[in-house]
């Protein structure tokens, strides 16, 4: 026991020497104190945090607005919440709390002794409070966050003197995708500390972490492995995920540690590849064993393997799974509701050009990395950025899109920085969030970016630089963390030539640049049409087919509205259908896409295209009564302007009775 003390009153010393040497006169304590916290020190005093206190914009958010940010971070609470009040009992009546912050040091719930508690809340130590590094100095979750690393920081240790009575053990949370989600902390009173406080932070942060991979991955084989059989089903085994067709779709931190590889020479490769095994001849073994394992060597290594998880229900015996990667089949997203969802696959119609598009948008999932979409307009720039973001780890939080050249230049900064109450006339009393803060956790899609006015341009990229937005007319800058995706059918490159679009913007926001073909160009018309047409339809009984002659008109017109005025063409027949009918033809098609087209359109110079509304040459040798109600009814078709209903109205007949007259049928 005195020994114990001796050692602390020996750092005790150390740390006070240091931060003498550190604040008081301007030195660097090396050898003083650990170089992790010389390090965040470091970084404080370039933040320009004043060790005596702490600025007043850093007080903690409002109820409502923390409900709101627990609610972005439902996935990673519902899977923490059990683990933390498994900690406090095993610290409970210590002077301690546990706390559980997101990736942005915010805190999201504590749970502790009520004496501590109290003591915590001086200092902001609650939940609504952020103890990011820039607005607290080192602490353990800052630090940890800053660090990527389990961090201990004891008393004096903190770069507020105020934070002083303090001891903190924080671990970094990382999510399914290898992506920092958030922060566990105990934290306790310096005099109380415990030697083993750490590890009992860095057991609970592998619980939190095995828990989000196996809910992520609940409809994946799970491989579990581990060098020693005994590891298996704790927290310390390597987890992957892979697809039934043998793709390995993740990778948890400690399977990556145990096979030593990164994660790009793992995700989307052949489990054989990776393992140097069969999955068919492992799935066959283990199937009825649940809780056998399984010796197989990788690299040299003997591995131990479990399988759970969605096991395939057929039999592989014998099967053979070669050696190169296998293309994998796209997966079904679907909605709670079980509707399915758009994502980058859905998007795979055969087109070599729009699947290079999406093979590279598919390299930066989960990444952050900026994406800019090219193409012309209305060639689906916002489905393909709704894709995207389905596709990925966000896909559970906002989706949030703004059109830069709809929105006229006196609102578009209220639109996308938000405003507080008052900030300028017409301004709603209680203020409002603005696009970029409704997409904290998700992803926001500006469309039309090329449009946006150049000062806005400025605060745009301070926004993506510093990770955070101050609203009109607020001295509060409130953080953010969102994917941004842009598009454009403006050449930006020659718009910055021309000093209508910042140069540091463009280069931070063309992080990979995708481009879209137009329609026109595409070889996979029929599939789109046929997409479109299920889709407008839903659960019709039976589906709608085209005719060859409706198909033939559709691939031959040079639609310069791209896929929305393809979409518009399909509602358009689907609604001049009746109500026996599931065949549409070329009269159930617009006027448009057989008149000659426009001089200089990339038609203009094409033969000329059969009109189906064309009457006849009159028979010289005389007419038959056929011929006679077919000519009555043309003419009542052009009187109504080739309106197909107005016409059947008019000669009292339906329409598949003119149709018949016009012998269409």
């Known amino acids: 026991m005195e020994t114990n003390q001796l050692m602390v009153d020996a750092h005790d010393q150390r740390l006070r020497r240091a931060r003498q040497l550190f604040f008081d006169h301007g030195d660097l304590p090396e050898g003083l104190i650990d170089p992790l916290i010389l390090r965040s020190w470091e970084r404080c005093r370039r933040f320009g945090v004043d060790e005596?206190?702490?600025?007043?914009?850093?007080?903690?958010?409002?109820?409502?607005?923390?409900?709101?940010?627990?609610?972005?971070?439902?996935?990673?609470?519902?899977?923490?919440?059990?683990?933390?009040?498994?900690?406090?009992?095993?610290?409970?009546?210590?002077?301690?709390?546990?706390?559980?912050?997101?990736?942005?040091?915010?805190?999201?719930?504590?749970?502790?002794?009520?004496?501590?508690v109290d003591r915590a809340d001086r200092v902001a130590l609650a939940a609504g409070a952020s103890w990011d590094e820039t607005l607290r100095g080192t602490n353990a979750i800052g630090t940890a966050l800053s660090e990527e690393k389990p961090v201990a920081i004891f008393g004096g240790e903190h770069f507020l003197g105020q934070n002083a009575f303090l001891t903190c053990?924080?671990?970094?949370?990382?999510?399914?995708?290898?992506?920092?989600?958030?922060?566990?902390?105990?934290?306790?009173?310096?005099?109380?500390?415990?030697?083993?406080?750490?590890?009992?932070?860095r057991l609970s942060t592998a619980i939190v972490e095995k828990r989000?991979?196996?809910?992520?991955?609940?409809?994946?084989?799970?491989?579990?492995?581990?060098?020693r059989p005994d590891y298996l089903g704790s927290p310390k085994e390597g987890l992957a995920a892979v697809s039934a067709d043998g793709q390995v779709i993740a990778i948890n931190r400690i399977g990556l540690e145990l096979l030593g590889i990164r994660p790009v020479d793992a995700v989307r490769r052949d489990f054989s590849m990776v393992f140097e095994n069969s999955l068919a001849s492992l799935v066959d073994r283990l199937r009825h064993s649940p809780f056998a394992s399984q010796e197989i060597n990788v690299n040299g290594r003997a591995l131990h393997i479990q399988l759970r998880g969605q096991l395939p229900s057929l039999a592989v015996s014998g099967r053979v799974i070669d050696e190169t990667p296998v293309q994998r089949a796209p997966r079904r997203v679907e909605t709670p509701s079980g509707k399915p969802v758009l994502v980058l696959d859905t998007l795979c119609t055969g087109d070599a050009r729009q699947q290079l598009a999406i093979e590279r948008a598919k390299r930066i999932i989960g990444r952050d990395i900026p994406m800019m979409i090219q193409g012309e307009s209305g060639a689906g720039k916002e489905m393909f950025a709704k894709a995207f973001h389905n596709s990925g780890p966000?896909?559970?939080?906002?989706?949030?899109?703004?059109?830069?050249?709809?929105?006229?230049?006196?609102?578009?900064?209220?639109?996308?920085?938000?405003?507080?109450?008052?900030?300028?006339?017409?301004?709603?009393?209680?203020?409002?969030?603005?696009?970029?803060?409704?997409?904290?956790?998700?992803?926001?899609?500006?469309?039309?970016?090329?449009?946006?006015?150049?000062?806005?341009q400025a605060r745009l990229l301070r926004v993506l630089q510093e990770r955070c937005v101050t609203p009109l007319g607020s001295t509060r800058s409130i953080q953010v963390d969102i994917s941004l995706v842009?598009?454009?059918?403006?050449?930006?490159?020659?718009?910055?030539?021309?000093?209508?679009?910042?140069?540091?913007?463009?280069?931070?926001?063309?992080?990979?640049?995708?481009?879209?073909?137009?329609?026109?160009?595409?070889?996979?018309?029929?599939?789109?049409?046929?997409?479109?047409?299920?889709?407008?339809?839903?659960?019709?009984?039976?589906?709608?087919?085209?005719?060859?002659?409706?198909?033939?008109?559709?691939?031959?017109?040079?639609?310069?509205?791209?896929?929305?005025?393809?979409?518009?063409?399909?509602?358009?027949?689907?609604?001049?259908?009746?109500?026996?009918?599931?065949?549409?033809?070329?009269?159930?098609?617009?006027?448009?896409?057989?008149?000659?087209?426009?001089?200089g359109s990339p038609l203009s110079q094409a033969e000329p295209r059969h009109d189906p509304w064309a009457a006849a040459p009159p028979d010289p040798m005389g007419v038959s009564l056929e011929e006679i109600g077919r000519q009555a009814a043309m003419r009542a078709l052009e009187a109504?302007?080739?309106?197909?209903?107005?016409?059947?109205?008019?000669?009292?007949?339906?329409?598949?009775?003119?149709y018949r007259k016009l012998g269409r049928m």
């Open 486 to 599: 842009c598009a454009t059918h403006r050449k930006l490159r020659e718009e910055v030539a021309r000093g209508n679009f910042r140069e540091d913007l463009y280069y931070r926001l063309n992080g990979l640049a995708v481009t879209l073909p137009s329609l026109r160009e595409r070889t996979d018309i029929r599939c789109i049409v046929e997409k479109l047409a299920a889709a407008e339809v839903g659960e019709r009984a039976t589906p709608l087919r085209f005719s060859e002659s409706a198909l033939q008109a559709i691939e031959a017109y040079s639609w310069p509205g791209n896929i929305r005025q393809l979409l518009n063409v399909i509602r358009v027949a689907i609604a001049l259908l009746d109500d026996d009918e599931t065949l549409i033809t070329e009269t159930h098609l617009p006027e448009e896409l057989f008149e000659e087209p426009l001089p």
């Open 169 to 201: 053990c924080a671990s970094p949370i990382f999510g399914p995708d290898g992506k920092l989600i958030g922060v566990l902390d105990i934290s306790g009173d310096y005099r109380s500390q415990q030697r083993h406080t750490l590890g009992l932070v």
């Open 394 to 456: 966000r896909r559970d939080a906002p989706f949030v899109a703004l059109n830069c050249a709809s929105i006229p230049e006196t609102l578009i900064e209220s639109e996308l920085f938000g405003y507080q109450g008052g900030a300028f006339t017409g301004a709603r009393k209680e203020g409002a969030p603005g696009k970029i803060q409704q997409a904290h956790g998700g992803t926001l899609f500006l469309d039309e970016i090329g449009d946006m006015p150049l000062n806005l």
């Open 52 to 116: 005596s206190g702490y600025q007043a914009h850093t007080d903690s958010m409002d109820r409502i607005a923390l409900k709101t940010e627990q609610e972005r971070n439902r996935y990673l609470l519902t899977q923490g919440r059990p683990i933390m009040e498994h900690v406090f009992e095993q610290i409970r009546e210590s002077g301690s709390m546990v706390v559980m912050s997101d990736a942005n040091g915010l805190l999201l719930e504590t749970v502790g002794d009520p004496d501590f």
């Open 640 to 658: 109504a302007g080739g309106n197909i209903s107005l016409a059947a109205r008019q000669l009292g007949i339906s329409r598949n009775t003119l």
């Open 212 to 227: 989000l991979f196996e809910t992520f991955h609940a409809r994946d084989i799970l491989v579990c492995f581990h060098l």
